[in-house]
T-cell receptor, first 114, second 114 residues
Framework: DTEVTQTPKHLVMGMTNKKSLKCEQH?????MYWYKQKAKKPPELMFV???????INESVPSRFSPECPNSSLLNLHLHALQPEDSALYLC?????????????FGPGTRLTVT | GENVEQHPSTLSVQEGDSAVIKCTYS??????FPWYKQELGKRPQLIID?????GEKKDQRIAVTLNKTAKHFSLHITETQPEDSAVYFC?????????????FGKGTHLIIQP
């Protein structure tokens, strides 16, 4: 299995809701990432987990809360979001000890905050 | 942190002609430079990458060149085809065995005219 999966594909939420995005991979990759991509813009790094520990937080507001419960799963918990948080949220993974530096991207969750 | 500049923002070429996209980076410690292709509504897909110990890499119609001294790298696509139409992103990072995230350029919208 050489794929990163993300659920849900689409999510619409109000500013008072709490929701979670899920990312899963079974490639044995021990580095996992969250990126945010606004329309017609490049992906922007949000968080990096290395061996299930948060190693990078790019000054992301606390309304975004990442979690890595095991080596295959990555969650992004959302609470009290703003309309400007509407974007495509991409998960990626790679093998930090392997010969390839390639990051494998999931299909993304398209989030709309109303 | 790293800053990646990408030019041009839009590139229109005739089918069969070559296309060149250029990027510059700011952090001399960066040692990994991937190029991603993203079609509308889809995930970024790696098309080619290069490490700082190599000056050029080729894969069929696609090549990447790296000039470490000048801190710039370029994507070359020869014999362009309609299916090459997409947004292309360059990126840079330092890969030191950990799990650093990618810094992307702003993207180039490549249009192949039939």
């Amino acid at each position: 299995d050489t794929e990163v999966t993300q659920t849900p594909k689409h999510l619409v939420m109000g500013m008072t809701n709490k929701k979670s995005l899920k990312c899963e991979q079974h490639m044995g990759h021990r580095a996992m990432y969250w990126y945010k991509q606004k329309a017609k813009k490049p992906p922007e790094l949000m968080f990096v987990y290395s061996y299930e520990k948060l190693s990078i937080n790019e000054s992301v507001p606390s309304r975004f809360s990442p979690e890595c419960p095991n080596s295959s799963l990555l969650n992004l918990h959302l609470h009290a979001l703003q309309p400007e948080d509407s974007a495509l949220y991409l998960c990626a993974s790679r093998d930090p000890g392997g010969p390839s530096y390639e990051q494998y991207f999931g299909p993304g969750t398209r989030l709309t905050v109303t | 942190g790293e800053n990646v500049e990408q030019h041009p923002s839009t590139l229109s070429v005739q089918e069969g002609d070559s296309a060149v996209i250029k990027c510059t980076y700011s952090d001399s410690a960066s040692n990994y430079f991937p190029w991603y292709k993203q079609e509308l509504g889809k995930r970024p897909q790696l098309i080619i990458d290069i490490r700082s110990n190599v000056g050029e890499k080729k894969d069929q119609r696609i090549a990447v060149t790296l000039n470490k001294t000048a801190k710039h790298f370029s994507l070359h696509i020869t014999e362009t085809q309609p299916e090459d139409s997409a947004v292309y992103f360059c990126a840079a990072t330092f890969e030191g065995g950990g799990a650093d995230g990618l810094t992307f350029g702003k993207g180039t919208h490549l249009i192949i005219q039939p």
